[in-house]
């Protein structure tokens, strides 16, 4: 996998309230070399060996984690 780039503060302020107010997002990322597109709620931000990542619920209950700088907002 390729090298963590940092996300933007302006995108990483719009998941931290994203988190706090339970909206929902509308994400793309890749699980498992499947690209995935779905409607989900934040539920946190960690850091994992300088790395980023959200923790997020899907529709179907289904908890993932997706590092920062490969997650993209769907229209």
Known sequence: ????????????DQLE???????????RWHEDSILREERVTALTLETIGGEEFLRFEGGAGRRHRA????????D
Do not use: E, N, S, W
Request: hydrophobic share 55%.
């Open 67 to 74: 590092r920062l700088d490969l997650v993209r907002f769907a």
């Open 17 to 27: 309230r994203a988190i706090i107010t339970g909206a929902k997002l509308k994400l």
């Open 1 to 12: 996998m390729d090298a963590y780039q940092p996300i933007a503060c302006a995108l990483y």
